[in-house]
T-cell receptor, first 112, second 115 residues
Framework: DAEITQSPRHKITETGRQVTLACHQT?????MFWYRQDLGHGLRLIHYSYGVQDTNKGEVSDGYSVSRSNTEDLPLTLESAASSQTSVYFC???????????FGNGTRLTVT | AQSVAQPEDQVNVAEGNPLTVKCTYSVSGNPYLFWYVQYPNRGLQFLLK??????LVKGSYGFEAEFNKSQTSFHLKKPSALVSDSALYFC?????????????FGKGTKLSVIP
């Protein structure tokens, strides 16, 4: 079965370090998304991609970057981790505008 | 701009009773509306969607939702709640024809079904 996997599931890092969270999907979807989930805020969009070599900023993109070198992967990089980036991060993919999103199981990131 | 409001942070219902989780939206133009469910330590799972057509939409696990354009609402319902329905529920909206895939989520409603 097709799936979307995130790694690691848990990560603890120090302020100022660069961190990369992996996202890999086997749905063959062109559209991929990164969200963060925080209590009281729901899910907020960080970055998204409509295909290879395409990336776009979402609502809360400051301090984050993504790259899309193939269809399957959209890694999320925190250039210099900050305590405000402690959160649960979800990757998702979709086929078309009105298709459901398929989510990974998330990465819990703690920045100390 | 588009937005979603889930006015209740938590809903408690007794097992076997009907449940409703409320959602109202704001979007310029016609909406595409979605409900997702999240179980502990898992990603969100799709429940149902409204794109066009019949205002009553049926989805997974016996859930349904009614699109009401005049009240800009899309409430999630189930006739008889199960303990296993206890989870976090998210409503989401995107403007039809937006040319963008930026789905806007509500803040979520925690549903607790009491045995």
């Amino acid at each position: 079965d097709a799936e979307i996997t995130q790694s690691p599931r848990h990560k603890i890092t120090e302020t100022g370090r660069q961190v990369t969270l992996a996202c890999h999907q086997t749905w063959n979807h062109n559209n991929m998304f990164w969200y963060r989930q925080d209590l009281g805020h729901g899910l907020r969009l960080i970055h998204y991609s409509y295909g290879v070599q395409d990336t776009n900023k979402g609502e809360v993109s400051d301090g984050y970057s993504v790259s899309r070198s193939n269809t399957e992967d959209l890694p999320l990089t925190l250039e210099s981790a900050a305590s405000s980036q402690t959160s649960v991060y979800f990757c998702a993919s979709s086929d078309t505008l009105n298709s459901p999103l398929h989510f990974g199981n998330g990465t819990r990131l703690t920045v100390t | 701009a588009q937005s979603v409001a889930q006015p209740e942070d938590q809903v408690n219902v007794a097992e076997g009773n009907p449940l409703t989780v409320k959602c109202t939206y704001s979007v310029s133009g016609n909406p595409y509306l979605f409900w997702y469910v999240q179980y502990p330590n898992r990603g969100l799972q799709f429940l149902l969607k409204y794109i066009t057509g019949d205002n009553l939409v049926k989805g997974s696990y016996g859930f349904e939702a009614e699109f009401n354009k005049s009240q800009t609402s899309f409430h999630l319902k189930k006739p008889s709640a199960l303990v296993s329905d206890s989870a976090l529920y998210f409503c989401a909206v995107i403007r039809a024809g937006a040319g963008s895939y930026q789905l806007t989520f509500g803040k979520g409603t925690k549903l607790s079904v009491i045995p």
